[in-house]
């Protein structure tokens, strides 16, 4: 009798460390999906890909958060040898990709940047709404990621 119990064990002990990854797995699915998300929108205010915003600085911001969400994505999805790069290093580039477009949006709107005037008050346009949401959700998410890790390397 002691025997099956012990069988049982072991697979609920195996159930229960699959349950463990499945969240981690599904909220880099995610962090991916939302990087990858913040770079199309993008890639669709600039016009396309060969297209570059004006004023050029612009233009290379955005190519530069069109390519770091890519490589973001990329970071949270490549699984990781052990001690070849940190845990949280994905998900803190994934917070800066979200918090840095953000703060650039919420800046044209309000006061306005350099070369582009024009954009002051204009907070209907719809792929910076898209946008806002995208880089939200992955801020949100990628902080929420991070405390955990933080309080879990505490213990």
Do not use: C
Not at 129 to 148: G, H, I, K, M, R
């Amino acid at each position: 009798m002691a025997q099956p119990k012990m069988a049982e064990k072991t697979i609920l002990g195996r159930i229960s460390a699959r349950e463990d990854a499945l969240p981690e797995i599904s909220l880099r699915i995610v962090g991916a999906l939302l990087a990858l998300a913040i770079a199309a929108v993008h890639v669709a205010d600039q016009g396309g890909v060969t297209v570059l915003n004006s004023p050029a600085w612009m233009g290379w911001a955005f190519r530069l958060i069109e390519v770091g969400g890519v490589l973001t994505a990329l970071a949270l999805l490549v699984a990781r040898p052990s001690g070849l790069r940190p845990a949280w290093l994905g998900w803190a580039a994934a917070a800066l990709l979200g918090a840095a477009p953000f703060g650039g949006y919420v800046t044209s709107r309000t006061v306005g940047v350099p070369g582009d005037p024009g954009d002051v008050g204009n907070w209907g346009y719809w792929a910076g709404t898209v946008s806002l949401f995208a880089e939200a959700a992955l801020v949100v998410l990628s902080v929420s990621v991070l405390l955990t890790l933080r309080q879990r390397s505490a213990q």
